[in-house]
């Protein structure tokens, strides 16, 4: 790895790193070659977080599968004991969140309405990242009802 991509990701992995000691969910976000994937797999290793690629879920069911594989649970579980049921995984990662935004209309209310319920309930730390601000991804109008409204910190990843 060359020296000014070693910088870059010492930047902005000292500020998550910071955000998440605090206890503070957060929304980060950068083009592609901010590594955000790579230091999200990094720091759910270290940390015992779950790291959820949501290029790979295309359904509130597929979510859940996904979720109960990396927990290793078994996938019948109720959204409402999950809290109860986990006890040493608390950072959820959920990396490329804006795929979630092309899933239909049906798919995409259920699966934000499990985001809204289990950031509500503080199951999880989210750590959610994407190439735009969430402010960019959501229409301004349905952000005041967003799942993540005033819930995360955001935190542009920088190249330079």
């Known amino acids: 790895m060359n020296q000014s991509k070693q910088t870059i990701i010492s930047k902005n992995e000292k500020q998550l790193r910071s955000y998440i000691f605090e206890g503070v969910s957060v929304s980060i976000f950068g083009d592609s070659t901010t590594e955000q994937t790579s230091l999200a797999k990094k720091i759910c290793l270290e940390e015992r977080g779950i790291y959820l690629d949501l290029q790979l879920v295309k359904s509130e069911g597929e979510f859940k599968e996904y979720l109960a594989q990396e927990l290793e649970i ?74 993540f409204y005033n819930v995360l910190i955001p935190l542009k990843f920088d190249r330079s």
Request: charged share 25%.
């Open 74 to 147: 078994k996938s019948d579980f109720k959204w409402f004991r999950l809290k109860k049921i986990i006890t040493n995984k608390k950072l959820l990662f959920l990396d490329k969140f804006e795929n979630i935004l092309s899933l239909n209309s049906c798919e995409r209310n259920s699966l934000l309405g499990v985001l809204r319920a289990l950031q509500q309930n503080k199951t999880f730390q989210f750590v959610i990242s994407s190439q735009k601000s969430l402010d960019n991804l959501i229409p301004l109008e349905k952000s005041l009802t967003s799942v």
